[in-house]
């Protein structure tokens, strides 16, 4: 009998295995470990109105602890080449070398300004899939995004004018337009939408920065938000399509180039700039997982606290393939993390 359960249990299991060259699940927490150390070096610089040192801080963190990663990682996705930062940029391998090959998306701080003037809503994220299952948009920066929840994933669609996507928003959801909110980030380029939302009759959530967190409470239930739409990071809307493989819902993108010379490298790199890109076209891989640590309290995480000689941190680890998120509270001595401490 006990033979014969544990064949039955193999069998029932087989939907959620993977290969000796694919990401398997222990490399969650091991991720949850960079999202960590970047969260803790940015974290000691909340509040001090230094973007770029909060900055360089998580991104010497989180590429130290990614070189103890058990994958062979390239990063496809990284803020380097934006920020002229010398490291995690695009191409850069990361991790120890073995295991499985990986692209990496990295976001050291989601919301620099946020950590730099203790505003809600700043993370260290990090995303990671199969091998050249994440989209490369070529040195375009930014992308128009639509993202909402599965009730109408299916419906929704870039090209339609704001009010008619709000408009299915709503009757997906089975409620009026006035009880939609959307979430929005606060940039001069963003007026006219603003105003097409509100007068359609939704609400807006206006958000200085950490559009991906904006995304995954554009998904998730019970967070008020109902959709998020504007022009966003690139790097964001992908490591966002990572989360979104496993919460459900939708991200759909349409790149957004700044100014001619962009332009010309996306047409290019054969771009069509036209083109809508869905959440699978972001990230083709299902077998893909997302990491997150709170920097600042935020609408989906906790930020670094400080307790006598602890640091605690709050988490979420998500993987496509199963399905499964998990929260993860960290408590870390904070005399071994002295060497991202912020001098005085």
């Known amino acids: 009998m006990a033979e014969k ?7 029932l299991s087989r939907s959620l295995a993977v290969g000796d060259d694919e990401p398997d699940r222990n490399l969650a927490l091991e991720l949850v470990r960079v999202t960590e150390a970047a969260a803790i070096a940015g974290g000691h610089w909340v509040g001090f109105g230094e973007k770029n040192l909060a900055d360089g801080a998580a991104v010497d963190a989180m ?37 499985p090959e990986c692209d990496v998306a990295v976001d050291p701080i989601d919301g620099t300004r946020l950590t730099a003037m203790g505003i809600n809503n700043a993370l260290a994220v ?13 040195a375009v920066f930014y992308m128009e995004k639509l993202v909402t ?18 408009h299915l928003i709503a009757k997906a959801k089975g409620v009026k337009i006035n009880q939609l909110t959307v979430m929005v980030l606060d940039r001069d380029r963003h ?15 206006i958000i200085l920065d950490g559009d991906v967190a904006g995304a995954i409470a554009a998904v998730r239930p019970g967070t008020g938000v109902d959709a998020l739409m504007g022009v966003g990071g690139t790097p964001e809307g992908i490591v966002a399509a990572c989360a979104i493989k496993t919460l459900g819902g939708v991200i759909q993108g349409r790149l957004w180039p700044t100014d001619d010379d962009e332009k010309q490298k996306a047409i290019d790199a054969g771009h069509d700039l036209s083109r809508v ?16 640590t709170g920097i600042t309290d935020g609408d989906l995480l906790k930020g670094v606290r400080y307790d006598k000689g ?7 680890v998500m993987r496509s393939k199963s399905g499964t998120i998990r929260f993860v509270e960290g408590e870390h001595q904070a005399h071994k993390w002295e060497t991202y401490a912020r001098r005085s």
């Open 310 to 316: 602890r640091v605690l941190t709050q988490s979420i």
């Open 277 to 292: 890109l869905s959440t699978n076209d972001l990230v083709t891989s299902d077998n893909c997982y997302f990491a997150a």
């Open 126 to 138: 990090l995303a990671v899939a199969e091998r050249g299952t994440m989209f490369d948009p070529s």
């Open 5 to 11: 359960a544990q064949l039955d249990y193999s069998q």
């Open 149 to 166: 929840g599965p009730e109408a994933a299916d419906m929704v669609d870039l090209r339609l004018p704001v009010k008619q996507n709000l």
């Open 63 to 99: 590429r130290s602890l990614l070189s103890t990663v058990h994958f062979n990682g390239v990063v496809v996705i990284g803020e380097g080449e934006k920020d002229e930062a010398p490291m995690l940029f695009n191409g850069e391998v990361v991790g120890d070398g073995s295991g």
């Open 191 to 205: 007026q006219p939408l603003i105003q097409e939302i509100r007068d359609a009759g939704a609400r807006t959530k």
